[in-house]
């Protein structure tokens, strides 16, 4: 019992801390609001703290609360990595005015976060729906918190409906799995799957369903419509959580389905499905990012490409396949994170995410062009980032899975890929800009979690040893 | 007692009737109603699936399932308001600022 306490830490201690926040935004001084997202950013680091202390798995990988939950090493990693995005977001959305003295905004991050290390550690159908439901009902409404932004509220208002659409999908395809095995427990339904009784057809179908729900959160092709436009029109800090950490919690799921409950050794054709995402998720996110000349848009378009790489992993199925995911999860955050503080700080000062707008940006602020820099280098794969080696890892389980083709097309892909993040750093490096000579002031607390994101970019890439245990072992406690 | 088969059909033709809503209609309460409606589809296979296994997860998972919609909806609602008074229209035709 106690055990079973202490393997839910984390989750209990986020509900607390939205408590708090609550109090906390009712007691403090209107004058003293602006201290709000650095007391969220305290307190889930400390929730991150505790989670690193108490939280850690044991060696097996055990059911707890009834089923409901799985405690194993992929959880684990899951919730570290959705707190320290959940923190850095916190750090950046200091200094947005519509967002920094509402405590509501940062009580909804919280309770998101919690959705999604919810979702990570899930072991039923019933507690995998509600916290699907969790982290995204807030984020909808994150997405439209700028009430009087018309962008900001029809991209809150497209996210629901989407959000909304594919959830009812969702939930259709659990309703035909609960049919056909008769239990909501995942393993449960992985050892019905695995004896060969179910009828393959059917089950391939409330799949397709049910790879709908996941595939939004994901924002993979087909289920990507929404990404662009929300990513636009979503407050800065809110688009820099989804395509993170909301888009990780995806594919913790996605994961744990695809490759523990529904092995590929019983359904073969998921391979193909999965494979065919990836590679249009691939060719479709990064030929359309070309054309963009929004930033936001751009990294909206990058983040469809980059779920068809980590889907490449999926793909393959296999353990280096699901290891290669969490690494590439791990570097993806703390790389976007990075890409999308620069955008916060430039848009906080300049007032524009327009790509030509950054002309000049290098002899304005040197730091701040560098670190937009090495985070669009390890987006597109450069060594010695990040970037290189989890595209490497991933690469390496599609060939180890037999999947050439698959990691052919990667490889072109990885090339058009560097083709527009370079123009971005053209514009950045080469173009002048009229405003060169102004100053342009960045907070000490968005240097600083800038700084953090960059190093761990660096450490990803050099120090490999821990991180790569850390995917592993997570990939070993699916099964 | 009426035979399982009977509820897959019925819940698939509530199903697909809510789908079309959703891709035929352009007034976004309208739509929300056949996202309800697609929801609920799903609530009576579980509850038939329930009692033809004679388990009652099925049968806890439709409360959950409702009680989630209900906060969907009140979401919902809320941006749909949002919505209206920054553009002074809910047909979804007409919210479209965000293209590139």
């Excluded at chain 1, 393997?7 to 939205?18: G, K, N």
């Excluded at chain 1, 799995?177 to 339904?189: I, P």
């Excluded at chain 1, 889907?311 to 570097?331: K, T």
């Excluded at chain 1, 083709?405 to 090339?415: D, M, P």
Aim: charged share 10%; net charge neutral.
């Amino acid at each position: 019992m106690q055990a079973n306490t202490l393997a839910i830490l984390p989750e209990i201690s986020l509900a607390v801390l939205a408590a708090l926040l609550i109090l906390i935004d009712l007691r403090l001084k209107p004058e003293r609001k602006a201290l709000l997202p650095g007391i969220t950013a305290a307190g889930l680091l400390a929730v991150l703290a505790l989670t690193l202390a108490f939280a850690r798995p044991g060696a097996a990988p055990e059911s707890i609360w009834g089923g409901m939950l799985r405690h194993d090493t992929a959880a684990f990693v899951f919730r570290l990595i959705f707190l320290f995005g959940a923190a850095v977001t916190c750090l950046f959305t200091i200094g947005w005015k519509q967002v920094e003295r509402r405590g509501e905004f940062f009580v909804l991050l919280v309770l998101s976060t919690l959705g999604m290390t919810l979702m990570a550690a899930a072991g039923d159908l019933i507690m995998l729906f509600l916290a699907i439901e969790t982290a995204s009902i807030p984020l909808y409404v994150m997405a439209g918190f700028m009430t009087a932004d018309e962008k900001s509220t029809e991209s809150g208002f497209k996210y629901l409906l989407f959000g909304a659409l594919t959830s009812s999908v969702m939930v259709y395809g659990f309703s035909l799995l609960y049919g056909f095995a008769g239990t909501t427990d995942l393993y449960a339904l992985a050892a019905a799957v695995a004896s060969g009784d179910l009828p393959p057809l059917g089950l391939l179908g409330a799949l397709v369903l049910v790879l709908a729900g996941f595939g939004f959160k994901v924002a993979v092709v087909p289920f990507h419509f929404w990404a662009p436009d929300v990513y636009e029109g979503a407050p800065t800090p809110v688009t820099a959580f989804l395509s993170t950490a909301s888009k990780s919690a995806g594919f913790a799921v996605v994961v744990r389905f695809l490759l523990a409950v529904f092995p590929a050794a019983v359904l073969p054709q998921i391979i193909g499905v999965a494979a065919l995402m990836s590679v249009l998720s691939m060719t479709l996110g990064n030929s359309a990012a070309l054309a963009q000349r929004n930033i936001k848009r751009l990294l909206a378009y990058s983040s469809i490409a980059h779920a068809g790489y980590i889907l490449m992993g999926v793909a393959a199925a296999s353990l280096l396949g699901a290891a290669s995911v969490v690494y590439y999860l791990a570097v993806y955050l703390v790389t976007n994170l990075a890409a999308f503080g620069v955008v916060i700080i430039y848009f906080n000062v300049v007032g524009s995410d327009e790509i030509k707008d950054y002309a000049g940006l290098s002899r304005r602020h040197p730091g701040l062009a560098f670190a937009l820099l090495v985070a669009l280098l390890s987006l597109a794969g450069v060594p010695p980032l990040g970037g290189f080696f989890a595209k490497i890892l991933v690469f390496a389980a599609a060939v180890e899975a037999g999947l050439i083709w698959l990691a052919v097309a990667g490889v072109l892909n990885a090339i058009l890929g560097l083709y527009y993040y370079l123009m971005v750093l053209k514009v950045v490096y080469l173009d002048r800009g009229p405003d060169e000579d102004k100053p342009l002031p960045v907070r000490r607390a968005h240097m600083a979690a800038l700084v953090v994101c960059l190093l761990l970019v660096l450490a990803l890439g050099t120090v490999l040893g821990p991180m790569y245990d850390w995917s592993n072992l997570a990939a070993g406690g699916l099964f | 007692m009426v035979p399982v088969q009977y509820f897959v059909g019925l819940s698939a033709i509530l199903f697909t009737l809510g789908a079309l809503g959703v891709l035929t209609r352009r007034n976004a309460i309208i739509i929300f109603m056949s996202i309800e409606l697609m929801l609920n589809s799903a609530n009576l296979l579980f509850v038939a699936f329930a009692r033809a296994f004679e388990a009652l997860s099925g049968q806890i998972f439709v409360f959950f399932v409702m009680t989630v919609a209900a906060a969907e909806v009140a979401v919902g609602l809320a941006l749909i308001v949002a919505v209206f008074r920054t553009k002074d229209t809910i047909n979804i035709d007409e919210v479209s600022s965000l293209r590139g």
